[in-house]
């Protein structure tokens, strides 16, 4: 049935439903093409300037709040893979639509996908980032899109055909238009392997990075104590390596920023605004602090939290240096992709928080995607009200004036941290008799004073603490309960140094963070 319809030895080859199949899928070659081909020039202008990119990065900003935080839930730190297949998928579909329009309603599909060049072009222009120049990748590339979907489409055409060839069956020139998809499927292959090897400037940043040493602090961080880790298995370590630390961001691609070409402005309400370079950060004396960051979206029990030796140098001492204004209460700093995050000053100039302008994690330079060559780290606040990475600017101004990027998406201007702890084991199973349970409890920049584990409906078992470095970081803790064959509940609740016991009430991560208590369940037989 389908083979006799779509045979093309059908005379009246011009409304064949094969025909309509072919045109699609040169829609679809056509536009892969258009869009490797503005890959590829995105690998001159800039990684950010791609079709794909840009547009993927201008969803992002405008995806709402809730939709945001779900595929963060959802996918975690895959919600970028995710955005980005979905993206191709909806692509795909829309480029089969191009050619088939291009077939039945010239130049309908033409203007297709003309016009997403043209809001391609649009969006990557009104990128934080970007230049003039950053309409070219989207221009040219869906201009190639078009002449190889009008190429190919024509040869589908009889009247066409007849003129331009000899084809025997005098219908459609099926050799020319595989000729033209073959080769809108090279230029697409070509145009791919060109912008990997253009696109050394990423290779260039870490290359810079790798061969960083970066300066010893003044005043170096209190030695991590022998019973900070205990070493248990399953249990998250007392210091997060860096490639298991979270990484969080709205960047579809990692800025590159090369510190030679790095600075720091310091402005807005201030009465001595200054630029600090790379050179003269590394010759400030630099401090180590531990410090537990911690992101909003981290639900009760998950994971989007990590501790890190950070090395950088007071933001306290910047914003001394340059002597904000009388009725300043907020600073907004900026990254070089625009992102931004609102800070309160006075937290910022607290005496008794280290609040760091970090360049080194865990005793290396901080890794790209972690922000180098500099991002901020501030005890006891969200990373999303405090941890700029590839921060570029620090604008003193007034929450009255400015907000921070989340701030219009539903997340509330202020985000200190809530108390939390969180259960690592057992999680599945365990045999019968004395259980250990452990994990991690955290109340950055009071400290923990207490963690309890309630088994079932029993009471409030008091755990042992780990040792810590002091109350910036979270803490571990382990307790060992009787429990018989069966299914088990185990909850878990922490004190903080304050004496304000994690409170049951279970709230979602917007608009201000998750709270409530983790419960595991465990058969234990
Ligand atoms: N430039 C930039 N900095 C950013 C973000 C961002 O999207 N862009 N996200 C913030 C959020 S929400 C968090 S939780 C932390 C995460 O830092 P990490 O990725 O190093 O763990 O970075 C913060 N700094
Ligand atoms: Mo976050």
């Known amino acids: 049935m389908t083979q006799e319809t779509e045979s093309p030895a059908a005379p009246q080859a011009d409304r064949s439903p094969g025909d309509a199949g072919w045109a699609a899928l040169a829609g679809v070659l056509a536009g892969g093409a258009g869009l490797a081909v503005a890959e590829l020039v995105a690998a001159v202008v800039a ?9 993927g990065s201008a969803v992002i900003d405008a995806v709402p709040g809730w939709l945001k935080d779900f595929a963060v839930q959802w996918f975690g730190t895959n919600d970028k893979a995710v955005l980005l297949g979905t993206m191709g998928v909806v692509l795909a579909l829309g480029a089969a639509l191009a050619g ?18 043209v809001v391609g072009a649009m969006v990557a222009v009104l990128r934080p980032d970007a230049t003039a120049l950053w309409a070219l990748p989207s221009i040219i590339g869906l201009g190639a899109a078009v002449l190889l979907l ?27 238009f595989l000729t033209v998809s073959g080769i809108a499927v090279g230029v697409a292959a070509l145009a791919l392997v060109g912008s990997r090897v253009l696109s050394a400037g990423s290779t260039a940043v870490s290359a810079v990075r790798e061969k960083l040493r970066l300066p010893t602090a003044r005043t170096t961080a209190p030695a991590v104590p022998a019973g900070a880790d205990l070493e248990l298995d399953g249990l998250t370590p007392y210091i997060t390596p860096n490639p298991d630390f979270y990484r969080i961001d709205t960047a579809l691609i990692v800025p590159q920023l090369n510190p030679q070409d790095w600075s720091l402005e310091v402005r807005g309400l201030v009465d001595e605004p200054f630029t600090l370079t790379w050179d003269e950060l590394l010759a400030l004396p630099l401090e180590e602090h531990h410090v537990t960051l911690a992101c909003v979206s981290n639900t009760v029990g998950g994971d989007l939290i990590g501790n ?15 002597k904000p204004r009388a009725g300043a209460d907020m600073v907004l700093s900026r990254s070089s992709d625009g992102f931004t995050a609102g800070t309160p000053l006075e937290v910022l100039q607290d005496p008794d928080r280290e ?9 290396e330079p901080l890794p790209v995607e972690h922000g180098f060559p500099a991002r901020l780290v501030v005890p006891g606040l969200y990373g999303y009200v405090s941890a700029t990475k590839w921060v570029t600017s620090l604008e003193v101004t007034t929450f009255d004036a400015d907000q921070g990027y989340w701030t219009p998406r539903g997340w509330s201007a202020l985000g200190p941290i809530k108390i939390e702890s ?8 365990a045999p019968a008799g004395a259980v250990t349970v452990a994990g991690v409890a955290w109340a950055q920049h009071t400290g923990i ?25 979270w803490r571990q803790w382990h307790v060992s309960i009787d429990l018989d064959a069966g299914n088990h509940t185990l909850a878990v609740r922490a004190t903080d140094a304050d004496g304000q016991v994690q409170t049951e009430t279970e709230a979602p991560p917007a608009p201000d963070g998750a709270s409530g208590w983790h419960t595991v369940t465990v058969s234990v037989g």
């Open 47 to 55: 990684p950010g300037s791609s079709t794909l990119f840009a547009g």
């Open 100 to 117: 088939w329009l291009e077939l039945r309603r010239p130049p309908a599909g033409s203007v297709l996908v003309g016009a997403v060049g």
């Open 150 to 176: 009008r190429a190919a489409v024509a040869r589908l055409r009889p009247a066409a055909a007849q003129r331009a060839s000899s084809t025997s069956d005098g219908a459609v020139d099926r050799r020319g």
């Open 308 to 322: 890190a030796l950070w090395l950088g140098y007071p933001i306290r001492a910047l914003l001394e240096r340059a």
């Open 355 to 363: 609040s760091l302008l970090a360049i080194g994690m865990n005793g």
């Open 422 to 429: 969180r259960i690592d084991v057992p999680r599945g199973s």
């Open 449 to 473: 004073a207490k963690v309890e584990v309630r088994p079932d409906d029993g009471d409030w078992v008091t755990a042992e603490l780990a040792e810590t470095v002091g109350p910036d970081t």
